[in-house]
Every structure is written in structure tokens, then in C-alpha cells.
């Protein structure tokens, strides 16, 4: 072959692998983005519209306006912090790969049926994250942080399901968790409630079905919310001590084992509260205060029943209030007495 046939060759060779090249990495970005999504260039406030671009179907340009609510198409948020101070009903989809910060009491729902992949979200005071689908980790160490005075609604899934990805849900002080009837952190995550943080959870299994992650689960004494419709048991991935426990659910709860308890437990009106054979304790000497409202009730198969003074019975913390509108059922399966229980406000009366 001659030199110059030969050089024509090549050129022609190169020129369709370029073109090929170019082919493929259009198909790429038409599978990856569609015509709509958003994404960040770089750090900064949400709000500042020289922050985005915005796909057109062919590539990348300069957003014109802000990510409108609801939002059908993908966000990207692609930079290190981003703080969101609007509030935004996501549809689409919510990639994260930095960090999506949540002020100004903010509330950012995820719907059913988006798509949501994350690296790190943190949610500040009075600001609310709503989940109603499923959170996916994004990478390898995926984290969502409630801040003091923040709130995660989790009422789908939180999920870890490749075992090269972690998440790491952290609530602190005056954080709040709540979980819905199927809410739950699942697979390869873990969690932790600092002191003074709030776990509420409607999950028929309660902490058990709230809690199905495989990852180490840490409390640091949290406030309790047991909030569900139809009967539910606390589970037994209660916290061994808790400042504070609410029992509140009109279709029954049941204590799957013993807990400490440092300032009060209450029983709402119109729940039944099942002690079975578990007790709750005061944390240390003089701590603690049992209390019922109006037309509550209890359950015990503890032979001791209920007592009012004393290490002995189901309820013996230091300061324990029977309410005489409240109803006492006792369950056990061996002799049982009902105890030295004293109802107030009117002594030595119960309703049933």
C-alpha cells in the first residue's frame, strides 16, 4: 500500500472512532439526563440561580430560573454543601453526591414513586426532611444527620442494600425521628439517638419494624413515642434506659421487655398498655414517674400486679400515679394479687 493510501486509512479510521466516541457518549447522557433536570456547579445557596445549569436535551446550559415545586425531573446536587432554604415536593428524582444542607425551617418531601440517592443530608432546626419513598445510599458512606430542632418523617424506607454502601442516620439533642405504619431503616445502615433526641414510631413492630438494618444500632437516652393505630409492641430493640416514654396508640401496645426510666412514662387516654411479665424501673434511686390520664389502662401478668411503693410489680419507679378512671387488667398465668396500687384522685377507686 502506498504511503498515501495508507495515511488516508488511518485518517479514516481515526474519524470513525471519533464519531463513534461522540455517538456513545450522546447516548450516554440521553440515558442519564433528560431534558428538565437540574444540577449544581458548585457550592452555595439553592437559591442562587447562577448556581444550576440545566439540561436541554442536547447538554448542559445556564438554569434561567429556579427548580420549580413540585418537581418532575432529576436534581443533582453535585458540589460539597448546598443549603436549602425552600421548601420542595421532589417527584422526579434527588441525586446527591455532596451534601444537601436543610435550614429555615424548610420542609423537603420525597414522594412515593421518586428517586432519591444520597451521600450526605443535614436537616436543621425547625427544618423537616418527609420521606414517602425510599432514601438510597449514593456511596460507600451515605449519612443523614438531624440537628438540634430538625425533623426526619420517615414513612418508606431508608435503605443500604449493596454491601460496599453504609448509611448512617445520627439524631442529636432535640432531634426528632419519626417513623410511619411501614417506615424503616433497612439493610446496611446504622443509627444513633443522642441524648435528649425524640423516636417516634405508628410501625405495628415498633423499634423492631422501625429499626430492620443490619448495622449497630446506639441510644444515648432518647424520649419514646409509641404512636401507631392498630396493635403494636415496642420491640425489643428498646433502649435499656430512656428519659422519657409515651404510650399512645387507642389499639393497644405491648412491652416487649424491661426499660429504666429517668423522668416520666405516661399512658394516653384510650390506650391499653401491656406489661406482660416486663417491668419499668427507675434508672437510679428516686428517678422516675409513672402517670395515667383518664380513661387509660393497664395490663399485667406480673404475680405482683401493681404496687405503689417498693420494688415489686410491674410499674417501680419512684413516683407512680394510678388514675380512678383508669381500667386494670390482670392477665397472668399463675396466681396473681392486684398489688397496693392507690388511684388518684380518688383513693381505693378504679373505673373497671
Given at each position: ?205 415498633g423499634l ?16 419514646l413515642i ?85 420494688k415489686t ?40
Amino acid at each position: 500500500m502506498s504511503n498515501s493510501k495508507y495515511t488516508k486509512a488511518k485518517m479514516h479510521s481515526i474519524k470513525r472512532v471519533v464519531i463513534l466516541a461522540l455517538l456513545a457518549l450522546v447516548a450516554t447522557n440521553l440515558f442519564c439526563y433528560n431534558s428538565g433536570d437540574y444540577r449544581t456547579k458548585w457550592s452555595g445557596n439553592f437559591e442562587d440561580i447562577s448556581l444550576w445549569e440545566c439540561y436541554n436535551g442536547l447538554g448542559w446550559i445556564n438554569a434561567t430560573q429556579l427548580p420549580s415545586s413540585p418537581f418532575a425531573n432529576t436534581i443533582y446536587i453535585n458540589t460539597q454543601n448546598i443549603a436549602m432554604h425552600t421548601s420542595m415536593i421532589i417527584e422526579g428524582g434527588l441525586v446527591i453526591t455532596g451534601t444537601l444542607q436543610l435550614y429555615s425551617g424548610i420542609e423537603v418531601t420525597i414522594n412515593k414513586d421518586a428517586n432519591c440517592e444520597i451521600g450526605a443530608i443535614q436537616i436543621y432546626s425547625a427544618s423537616k426532611l418527609i420521606n414517602n419513598g425510599e432514601v438510597k445510599t449514593g456511596n460507600s458512606n451515605s449519612s443523614i444527620v438531624v440537628m438540634d430542632g430538625g425533623t426526619l418523617e420517615n414513612n418508606g424506607l431508608i435503605s443500604a442494600s449493596d454491601a460496599s454502601q453504609s448509611c448512617q442516620v445520627t439524631v442529636n439533642s432535640n432531634g426528632k425521628i419519626t417513623f410511619g405504619s411501614q417506615g424503616s431503616i433497612t439493610g446496611n445502615c446504622s443509627f444513633t439517638a443522642n441524648y435528649g433526641s425524640t423516636i417516634a414510631t405508628s410501625n405495628p413492630q415498633g423499634l423492631d419494624g422501625s429499626f430492620s438494618c443490619s448495622g449497630t444500632i446506639s441510644y444515648i437516652n432518647p424520649y419514646l413515642i409509641f404512636n401507631g393505630s392498630e396493635p403494636q409492641i415496642t420491640g425489643m430493640k428498646l433502649p435499656e434506659q430512656v428519659l422519657g416514654i409515651d404510650f399512645n396508640n387507642p389499639a393497644g401496645i405491648s412491652l416487649s421487655r424491661n426499660i429504666k426510666l429517668v423522668n416520666t412514662a405516661l399512658v394516653h387516654s384510650g390506650t391499653t398498655l401491656s406489661f406482660g411479665m416486663s417491668v419499668i424501673d427507675e434508672a437510679w434511686w428516686g428517678s422516675g414517674t409513672f402517670s395515667m390520664e383518664d380513661s387509660s389502662s393497664i395490663a399485667t401478668a406480673n404475680p405482683d400486679g401493681f404496687s405503689s411503693t417498693g420494688k415489686t410489680g410491674s410499674v417501680q419507679v419512684y413516683t407512680r400515679y394510678y388514675n380512678s378512671t383508669g381500667n386494670y387488667i390482670f392477665n397472668g398465668t399463675v396466681h396473681q394479687q392486684t398489688g397496693n396500687f392507690n388511684p388518684t384522685p380518688t383513693s381505693y377507686t378504679v373505673n373497671d
